[in-house]
């Protein structure tokens, strides 16, 4: 369950410009259009969330939003992921950042 995007943030939107990898498991494809306040990215660009989460699912502050819910996400417990410092584990998740 790997994706890789590119997306356009909007007052009110995330659009997904292009798109690599696993989007069917997202639920997103290119062309998507999220509500801005549905995202990681959004909350990240406001400085409400960090940018690295480790347990999007066990968060209080991301665990019912939407694309969390369909992605059925998960905390990352590969071999990489043990691999990092203390406090670094980390996912890349649809709306963390990568925009």
């Not at 999220?34 to 960090?50: A, F, G, K, N, S």
Request: some cysteine; proline content about 7%.
């Amino acid at each position: 369950m790997e994706v890789a995007y590119t997306t356009t943030v909007t007052p009110t939107a995330q659009i997904f410009d292009s798109l690599s990898g696993d989007g069917e498991s997202f639920g997103v494809e290119e062309g998507t259009v999220m509500d801005i306040e549905d995202t990681y990215c959004h909350r990240v660009l406001q400085e409400r969330l960090p940018s690295i989460m480790p347990d999007v699912r066990g968060d209080p502050r991301t665990a019912s939003l939407p694309i969390t819910v369909a992605a059925d996400v998960e905390e990352d417990r590969s071999e990489h992921a043990a691999e990092q410092p203390e406090g670094k584990h980390h996912r890349q998740l649809p709306g963390s950042g990568e925009n």
